[in-house]
């Protein structure tokens, strides 16, 4: 199921005045992986993410993606290696269509340069042509071609979590980052959210996701890392993370109303 | 029944699409109908809507505070104005390197501040507006003619052909306008374009998605800046004549409102805001002091009760 490791982090660690967010963090993921990364409120996940694409430098330790080390490279070069991500707190271009925004995802494949832009060139007709055509392939598939031209931030919320997700998937990552993919969706909004998840490894997507839900996080990752307190507390597949006794205490510890298992 | 109204609805949009080309084919009279005094308002006009969408591009399309365009206006009206009267170039030929050195210029100066936050690069360009302004009227490298400026700009030829006349700049304008327009609308569909939306709207998920913001937001100062030189040229010959004066704080500050006002991103909107803020004063020029006073009122309450512009941007897709 999976290969070699595709991302791995060595002793990563990062410090935001005193505070020691993340420390010592080494984990890889292998290549066709679908990796969870969990810990109680404030463990540091989303600082690991913010590292991993360059918005934050870690002050030590390495980052190495397909083989290269892409420690402290600004968020657009780590894109342009092949990573893409989500946020926890959606982030779409307000006041533009859902084709716009995901044309967003294209922009690392698209070639013309801005004089051409300028001049609207025939050559920059058709490849604008072939890049709405891609886009509207996908959203087909994710079940958004009939909001193609409605406006993103006024569309229901796990419509928008879609289509932040359909601005990644365009762009063909070889890592894709979720950060709370089924926060603020329903039951069933979320069990399909698994399915589409799956459905992206299939296609090839390496997967890293921090997750609240339970439901989603046991369901679907092949492997799992617990982090709290910026420090690695455990890893291994779903069913050994529901009982490892460090997992247990620090979720209950926590006095979190979090269930580790379901 | 329902053909027929297929059939009128069609003829309305032909119509509509009509309107377009028919309004520009009827511009071509302007000059042999109106005045010669309404000729040059309406030259003048196209002059600074161009100005103005040059400065929508920096503000309104790729959201930076930039409170100094008046300088690469300022910069293309002196390149020409020295060129010509210095070194004896045809108008014509001066007008690239009008252009490349107000875009040179516009790199120059934003590369250091595109990473400000809003409010800082604000201040940081109107900073850039006051010493442009006091070295023209410094005279610092001998050729600008100090606070009096430049006078004797000459008229451009088209082969041998002297465009000296009102009604031949007010095509040249025009033209210019309309390739303006063209370049606005090709934006629109373009990959720049976008990127330019993207950075405004969100910046950190644009650079995530593989955006060079840095890269971005200094080509969009390179091309309203050299948008706004090429402007400068025409009115350097318009006046005939540049000074200090033309291009002070005050102007920039009637651009940022034009764009702010009329609508950002929006065509009609610049251009409607373009006409409220130079045309209308020139046509009221009796009524003084009044029509200022009129106008800050109607800025205040455009931004109170219609902060979005009065001719918005159409929220629709490419």
């Not at chain 1, 993103?152 to 879609?162: D, E, I, N, V």
């Not at chain 1, 996080?217 to 890893?235: L, P």
């Not at chain 1, 529901?242 to 979090?258: I, R, S």
């Not at chain 2, 004549?241 to 500050?253: A, C």
Request: proline share 4%; glycine share 10%; charged share 15%.
């Amino acid at each position: 199921m999976s290969g070699a490791a595709l991302l791995e982090l060595h002793d990563i660690g990062i410090s935001f005045g005193g505070l020691r967010a993340v420390d010592a963090l080494s984990f890889a993921v292998d290549e066709g992986q679908i990796k969870g990364l969990i810990g109680p409120n404030g463990a540091g996940k989303t600082t690991v993410f913010n590292m991993v694409t360059g918005v934050y430098r870690p002050t030590d330790g390495r980052i190495r993606f397909a083989g290269e080390d892409i420690t402290g490279r600004s968020p657009h070069r780590v894109a342009a290696r092949g990573i893409m991500r989500t946020f926890q707190t959606i982030r779409l271009f307000a006041g533009m269509t859902v084709l716009e925004n995901v044309l967003a995802g294209q922009h690392l494949r698209t070639r013309q340069t801005w004089w051409q832009s300028l001049l609207a060139t025939p050559g920059q007709r058709r490849e604008e042509a072939e890049l709405v055509e891609r886009t509207l392939a996908t959203l087909e598939r994710l079940d958004l071609a009939d909001v193609a031209n409605e406006v993103a931030t006024a569309l229901p919320y796990g419509m928008q979590r879609r289509v932040e997700l359909a601005r990644t998937l365009v762009a063909d990552p070889k890592l894709l980052i979720l950060d709370e993919p089924a926060a603020g969706l329903n039951d069933m909004e979320s069990s399909a959210l698994n399915d589409t998840i799956r459905g992206i490894r299939d296609a090839g997507v390496t997967v890293l996701l921090v997750e609240h839900d339970m439901n989603v996080v046991m369901n679907v990752t092949d492997s799992i890392v617990v982090i709290n307190f910026g420090r690695k507390i455990a890893e291994g597949t779903p069913g050994e993370i529901q009982t490892h006794p460090a997992v247990v205490e620090a979720y209950l510890g926590q006095d979190d109303d979090e269930e580790v298992a379901t | 029944m329902a053909a027929a109204a297929a059939g009128r609805g069609g003829r309305l949009a032909l119509a509509r699409r009509a309107l377009g080309p028919l309004m520009w084919v009827a511009g071509l009279a302007v000059p042999i109908v109106l005045a010669s005094s309404w000729v040059s308002i309406l030259a003048i006009f196209a002059i600074y809507a161009v100005v103005a969408l040059s400065q929508d591009i920096v503000l309104g399309r790729a959201g930076m505070y930039d409170m100094g365009h008046a300088v690469y206006f300022g910069v293309g009206a002196y390149v020409t104005a020295i060129l010509n009267t210095r070194f004896h170039w045809p108008i014509f030929a001066t007008w690239p390197v009008a252009i490349v050195v107000a875009a040179v210029i516009g790199v120059a100066l934003s590369a250091p501040i595109v990473k400000l936050r809003g409010d800082y690069l604000l201040v940081a360009t109107i900073g850039f507006n006051i010493i442009f302004v006091l070295a023209m009227s410094n005279d610092v490298f001998g050729l600008t003619g100090g606070p009096d400026g430049i006078f004797g700009v000459g008229v451009p030829h088209v082969l041998s052909l002297a465009l000296s006349s009102q009604g031949a700049l007010f095509y040249l304008d025009w033209l210019v306008l309309a390739l303006v327009l063209l370049i606005m609308r090709n934006l629109e569909r373009s990959r720049v374009g976008r990127v330019f939306r993207y950075l405004k709207e969100d910046e950190l998920a644009a650079t995530t998605l593989g955006v060079d913001a840095r890269y971005y937001k200094i080509l969009a100062f390179a091309i309203g800046a050299g948008l706004a030189g090429a402007a400068g040229t025409l009115f350097a010959v318009q006046l005939a004549s540049v000074s200090p004066g033309s291009f002070v704080f005050t102007e920039s500050v009637t651009l940022f409102a034009i764009v702010l006002v009329g609508g950002q991103a929006s065509i009609p909107g610049v251009l409607l805001g373009t006409a409220l803020m130079f045309v209308v004063p020139q046509v009221f020029r009796g009524l003084a002091q009044y029509r200022y006073f009129a106008f800050g009122i109607a800025m205040i309450l455009v931004m109170v009760l219609r902060p979005q512009g009065i001719w918005p941007r159409r929220r629709s897709g490419p």
